[in-house]
């Protein structure tokens, strides 16, 4: 066997620069160096990979449910209403004119002014009035008197007619003068049945001479508050011809609310329907009534059909005045207790042919704690905010609102339904 002796070559000489190095990574002084910089790659690995796991769990972080907005599903009262405007009147009030013509000599009330029925609220002249009762009545006296004179010349031809029928039978009198007598009988008769007509002529004419002097003093026809003068005190009505009004009565204890209502709504309003309303100057106050009528002929205004729609409701303390503008909502249907989601919420979906379940079929995401899910649920009653769920959800279940952004959906997508959904 032979034995290969290796010697190990010299290093080839490639420059002073490169021996010095050579010489320092071999010698013990450079040891150190080489670790130092072995630490400072190892610093930046771990900064690298810190970072990016840093970056995914902010990516994981950001596309977590827990940062989709949600509302809680809660229980509550809904009502579904249809909205229009109104004004106020007094269900019941009188416009009091003159019967007769002549100058208004004295008005006892004024603007607000309480009566009664039965009180004075003016007086027209009534020296002309006066002064015709007191000729009529003189006129019947004197058909009374001739009326009684009549009757004495009747009794006197009855005498003499009865006389005359004696003296006839014993050949006494003529026959010319029993016929005269029977004449002057009946011609009394007569005169005092005409007498008696132009009596009762006179009579019915000085009924109607007492009657307007009687209307010269206004009374007050009903309960109620004075609530408009269109005459002034001094002044001449002519009553000849047209009514001239002087003044206003209303009972302002009820109050009607001439609500007027588009012909494309007018379908959902019905007889006794419960409604309430606000007026401008108090719109936290809340008043309620029923729908009493609805008036056939519509007005038409800037080529829209409105159809007036009466509402009484009661006003005890007078709080509601004549032309009040009021906002008011007719109750289309109620829900109590129930629960509530908000319509933005909702997802539309295509009713399915032969679908016999109770509402009107929807979907929704829910947060869960395994993630977001989509349910179908079915909703009965909404208004523009809220909807009531009749199925598909649990009081404290967290629904997703949609957002411009992040879950896809647009803020603007649904409408809110705004009907009956049974």
Do not use: C
Not at 393 to 417: C, F, I, K, M, Y
């Amino acid at each position: 066997m032979n034995d290969t002796l290796l010697v190990s070559k010299p290093p080839r000489a490639e420059g002073p620069a490169r021996t010095q190095t050579a010489r320092r990574l071999a010698s013990p002084a450079g040891k150190p160096k080489r670790r130092s910089r072995l630490w400072l790659a190892l610093l930046l690995v771990a900064m690298i990979a810190g970072g990016g796991a840093a970056a995914w769990h902010f990516a994981r972080a950001s596309t977590s449910p827990t940062h989709v907005p949600t509302v809680a599903v809660t229980k509550g009262d809904l009502e579904a209403s249809l909205t229009a405007v109104g004004a106020l009147q007094p269900k019941n009030y009188v416009d009091v004119g003159a019967q007769v013509s002549g100058q208004l000599q004295s008005l006892h009330v004024t603007y607000g002014s309480e009566v009664k029925k039965g009180d004075l609220l003016a007086e027209i002249d009534p020296t002309v009035f006066g002064a015709k009762v007191a000729s009529e009545q003189a006129q019947l006296r004197i058909l009374q008197a001739q009326i009684a004179e009549q009757k004495a010349q009747l009794v006197l031809a009855q005498w003499q007619n009865a006389r005359n029928q004696r003296l006839y039978k014993q050949n006494a009198v003529s026959q010319d003068v029993l016929q005269t007598g029977e004449a002057n009988e009946a011609v009394a008769r007569a005169q005092i049945a005409a007498l008696q007509a132009q009596l009762e002529q006179a009579q019915s004419t000085l009924d109607g001479d007492l009657a307007n002097l009687q209307y010269t003093k206004i009374y007050a026809p009903i309960d109620g508050t004075v609530v408009s003068i269109s005459a002034q005190q001094g002044q001449t009505l002519n009553a000849n011809q047209s009514a001239p009004v002087i003044l206003r009565i209303a009972d302002l204890n009820t109050m009607t609310v001439w609500a007027q209502v588009a012909e494309a709504d007018i379908v959902k309003v019905k007889t006794d329907m419960a409604v309430h309303f606000s007026t401008l100057g108090m719109p936290d106050r809340q008043w309620t009534g029923i729908v009493r009528q609805i008036l056939p002929t519509p007005e038409v205004i800037n080529d829209v059909i409105l159809y007036d729609v009466l509402i009484d409701v009661a006003n005890p303390d007078h709080a509601l005045m004549t032309q009040m503008s009021a906002q008011v909502f007719f109750v289309l249907g109620e829900a109590k207790d129930a629960l509530l989601v908000p319509v933005a919420a909702l997802e539309p979906m295509t009713a399915v042919a032969g679908d016999t379940q109770a509402g009107t079929p929807y979907k929704v995401k829910v947060r869960t704690a395994d993630g977001i899910v989509t349910r179908e649920i079915r909703v009965g009653l909404s208004d523009r905010a809220n909807a009531a769920v009749i199925a598909g959800l649990a009081e404290g279940d967290h629904v997703v609102l949609p957002t411009a952004s992040g879950t896809g959906q647009s803020t603007t997508r649904n409408q809110p339904p705004a009907r009956l959904g049974f």
